[in-house]
């Protein structure tokens, strides 16, 4: 339901100044303000393939760090904590983006290589989750269909994760009465149904408009970029 386009709503405001004190307080941010951490391409490159490795290696040893130890318990901790305000810089990020105005860059094919890093990661920020979930208890891997049963446990939890992304299942955890474990899948569900449509967006934004003499080169096999319009980074 809209307005009559007069200019006394609140919405997009307030949630703009959210969306920028978020910005204001992420790592890249942060990292900038210092300078330790320059404006340009190449590292923030750096930083999106970064955490991306960072969340891979969280869920690699999320297997073989025994949370029983007081030590590891608080590291597991802080490490949810820390992919959690990860996961909202990238949907405020995104979100800021799209109701801030349309910021331009020079590669639309950059920016959707660096979404794919973002969605990625936020797949193993989950998966490492779940993970956790298990070694303490609240989630168990049933491992109920025949196809699911093949899969190393890592393998399965990472297939589950990135089924909930597409708001979907493959059934690999047994029903649950924490409360802790189905508010993450929640919250995976709507952070990943958000990003997937971001990550199909930048897909069309890579491939561009097809002009007449692209298309019929396109017909013969010849794919080479004819035209091109600026789109926006990742982080």
Known sequence: MTNDGSSDSFVIPCLSTALGWVGRYC??????????????????DLY????????FVAYVLSFWVSFTHEVNLTLGALVILYSAW?????????LMQIIGGRPTVASPERSFVLALFNYFEVTFWFAVWYSMLVRWGSLHVGFSPHFVASLPGPLAIFRESLAMM???????????????????MCVQSVVGLFLTLVVIARTVASIGKLTPSSAAATAHGDTRRVHSRP???SQ
């Open 231 to 233: 789109d926006v980074g």
């Open 48 to 55: 999106v393939i970064g955490h991306f490795g960072l969340a």
């Open 86 to 94: 990860r996961i909202i810089e990238l949907v405020a990020f995104f």
């Open 27 to 44: 790592l890249l941010e942060l990292l900038r303000r210092r300078r330790w951490l320059g404006l340009d391409d190449f590292r923030t």
């Open 166 to 184: 597409l708001v979907n299942t493959s059934n690999t955890f047994d029903a649950t009465p924490s409360r802790l474990a189905w508010s993450a």
